[in-house]
């Protein structure tokens, strides 16, 4: 086939296409993953049984704004990338805000604290736990957002399946957050912040190899 | 080059509103762009040319609806031709016969070349590998220009599994040229 015959092919009869494709899909991604991480987490392992005390409390709020900002920031870094030529922009920004909030915030506790306490302040309860419980919570909207992704086309792919893992981790820590018992600030910036890095290395991994097209 | 740009963007939009007319003109101009360009970064391998023209072609209609209205259309043509670029070095591992296609700077209107090489790879065989339901609606809408309903009732299919079966034919169109999923 001359590639003029495939120009005449590729034009003729052309349906019109809807624009905004990548932010369709995404929230697409986004409005069947979360549900599905949700509902994952009240049937296993529950929301905690003081949570009527705990929403009295500003870091119980600290704690499902962190992921909820890094969810919202990725999101638009997904859409970005998901295009060809897409680059992270101010979006990096709203990646690394909020996690570098969270250490600030973590270094200022630390430092009023007495040494002895270090221990709990970072540790808490259930440390082993909490980074593999956030991994597991991470799947259904991963899962969702390379789909997203393989519809669209992503030039960066390893980029963009970290962006994906990134999201997806931040979907499952504020997903996890009202069945977490923890309220440290050094807490949150140890074991969620790698319970987000998890699936996001799993999406830089995968995503040259599932993303291509 | 940015009337180029604002001509090409034009008939692109229009195209992706549906007018065929416009659409044709856009991926015509583009193909003498994209040869020119692809023809300088494939100086070692001018026999790849005209089939990554084709290749690149066939993914900028496939991946029409990823267009921001906000970019440049060059910046996106420009990433889509580089990516296909770069898969096509890959798959030969022959890096050294990259030419410089790395580079970042958008030229990508620079040059034009009309001088269409024949193409090693017959897209027409691929497409006859195509199972029935993607094969037909291509043969029908997009090779004798019928429009979906008539399509629809020379196939037996429904508008909708017509217009599905051109998107995924295309679509698998694209996998088999790269060598597999």
Redesign the interface.
């Known amino acids: 086939?001359?590639?003029?015959e495939?120009?005449?092919?590729?034009?003729?009869?052309?349906?019109?296409?809807?624009?905004h494709?990548?932010e369709r899909r995404h929230a697409i991604a986004l409005a069947c993953g979360l549900p599905v991480a949700l509902a994952l987490m009240v049937v296993f392992i529950g929301v905690r049984p003081d949570i009527t005390e705990a929403v009295a409390l500003p870091m119980f709020w600290m704690k499902l704004a962190f992921p909820a900002v890094l969810l919202a920031g990725g999101a638009f870094a997904a859409i970005r990338l998901?295009?060809?030529?897409?680059r992270m922009g101010v979006t990096a920004v709203a990646l690394a805000a909020p996690v570098l909030a969270i250490w600030l915030l973590a270094a200022v506790t630390l430092a009023g604290a007495a040494p002895a306490e270090y221990g709990l302040l970072i540790f808490g309860q259930t440390w082993a736990a909490c980074p593999f419980m956030i991994a597991l919570l991470a799947v259904p909207l991963f899962v969702a957002l390379i789909w997203a992704m393989q519809g669209?086309?992503p030039?960066r792919p390893a980029l963009a399946g970290a962006v994906a893992g990134l999201v997806a981790g931040a979907g499952g820590a504020l997903v996890y957050a009202p069945h977490c018992p923890e309220m440290a600030a050094p807490f949150l910036g140890a074991w969620y912040v790698l319970g987000m890095a998890i699936p996001a290395i799993a999406g830089a991994l995968l995503g040259p190899r599932m993303l291509?097209? | 080059m940015s009337v180029t740009e604002a001509r090409l963007r034009d008939c692109f939009l229009r195209g992706l509103a549906g007018e065929s007319t416009a659409y044709h003109a856009f991926l015509q101009e583009l193909s003498v762009h994209l040869r020119a360009f692809l023809r300088r970064r494939l100086s070692r391998l001018p026999d790849e040319v005209e089939d990554l023209v084709q290749e690149t072609l066939l993914a900028v209609h496939n991946q029409r609806h990823t267009y921001d209205a906000g970019q440049p259309l060059t910046a996106w043509v420009h990433a889509i031709a580089r990516y296909k670029l770069v898969d096509l070095l890959r798959r030969r591992a022959g890096r050294d016969a990259l030419n410089d296609p790395l580079d970042d700077d958008i030229d990508l209107l620079a040059g034009s070349d009309t001088e269409a090489a024949d193409a090693r790879r017959d897209l027409a065989k691929l497409l006859a590998r195509l199972p029935d339901k993607q094969r037909l609606p291509i043969m029908h809408m997009k090779l004798q220009g019928l429009s979906v309903a008539e399509t629809a009732r020379a196939t037996g299919l429904s508008e909708s599994a017509v217009k599905v079966g051109v998107h995924r034919g295309l679509k698998a169109l694209a996998i088999m040229i790269r060598g597999g999923p």
């Open positions: 086939m001359k590639t003029d495939l120009v005449a092919m590729l034009a003729s009869s052309v349906e019109a296409v809807p624009l494709s990548s998901s295009r060809p030529g897409g669209l086309a030039t291509r097209w």
